[in-house]
């Protein structure tokens, strides 16, 4: 047998140590959320039974990370609640003078980018609205001897299953019209769609965990997690005093006087003292 150094052994023990860390690590599902994003994410997650945790980063940004066999249903979950909501750009950074003069469609396309941005985002501040997205026409500039186009605005809303959104159809058609110079009440309409509810997650069982590759209970993980170290640990020590003793047997068959012979047969003694 090669003889193993302490710089090996530490190696090994470092690999094994790497092993059964990999095996607790969670994947990332969404990186670069808000405070307020990140946490709405994670308890639509934990209420739904779905274990995750939230992982501060740089800038005051958060990550979400779930175990790998609840990816596909904490994706599904989020997609159907509208989460993590949308960011919009206000009319502030859509007028950040960059670069040369802007011609007159351009700042004309970008106010109406920027009204569309801004009433969405309050859009999405009544209670039940998961998605909303508002498309704004404005009309181009007319000489006095030309009629100008009247303004016109859409609204799509995706709503929670159950909210009563189609009782403030009126109230979002005034606050639209009156966020949009020039804009009359009949030139709005207001498309509403309910999203699929998703059944909430039934556990059959308590809450599971994956343990190199295998799922038990969250409440065993530790437990079991510490025992595979024990055990881990004692093999190592077990095939470290092997190898110890086959080392000391080697070294007494090479001292001078030793009969030939003595190091193979001190080395099968030591082999079978092992076993």
């Not at 209670?127 to 181009?140: I, Q």
């Not at 966020?179 to 309910?194: N, Q, R, T």
């Not at 086959?246 to 003694?269: C, E, I, T, V, Y």
Request: hydrophobic share 45%; with cysteine; glycine share 8%.
């Amino acid at each position: 047998m090669q003889d193993f150094g302490a710089g090996a052994w530490m190696r090994l023990v470092l690999a094994l140590l790497l092993v059964l860390g990999m095996s607790g690590c969670k994947l990332e599902l969404y990186a670069s959320l808000t405070e307020r994003q990140g946490n709405q994410v994670l308890a639509l997650l934990l209420n739904h039974g779905i274990d995750a945790s939230k992982v501060q980063g740089k800038g005051g940004e958060v990550s979400i990370q779930v175990d790998k066999a609840d990816v596909a249903a904490a994706v599904d979950l989020l997609d159907r609640h509208g989460l993590p909501q949308d960011q919009f750009t206000n009319l502030g950074t859509v007028f950040q003078q960059k670069g040369l003069v802007s011609s007159p469609l351009e700042e004309r396309v970008r106010y109406s980018y920027g009204l569309s941005q801004s009433i969405a985002e309050t859009l999405t501040q009544i209670d039940g609205v998961l998605t909303a997205r508002v498309h704004v026409v404005l009309p181009e500039p007319k000489t006095t001897e030309q009629s100008a186009e009247p303004a016109s605005a859409a609204v799509f809303l995706r709503y929670r299953d159950g909210a009563a959104i189609e009782d403030d159809v009126p109230q979002i058609k005034q606050l639209v019209q009156n966020s949009i110079e020039g804009l009359s009440y009949e030139k709005i309409s207001v498309a509403m769609f309910a999203a699929d509810e998703p059944p909430a997650r039934q556990q059959s069982g308590p809450p599971m965990a994956d343990l190199l590759g295998v799922r038990v209970a969250k409440d065993s993980l530790l437990p079991l997690a510490a025992g595979l170290f024990v055990l881990v640990a004692a093999l190592i020590a077990a095939v470290a005093a092997l190898v110890l003793q086959l080392r000391r047997a080697r070294a007494a068959g090479a001292r001078p006087g030793a009969r030939p012979g003595a190091a193979a047969d001190a080395a099968r003694a030591a082999a079978g003292d092992g076993r």
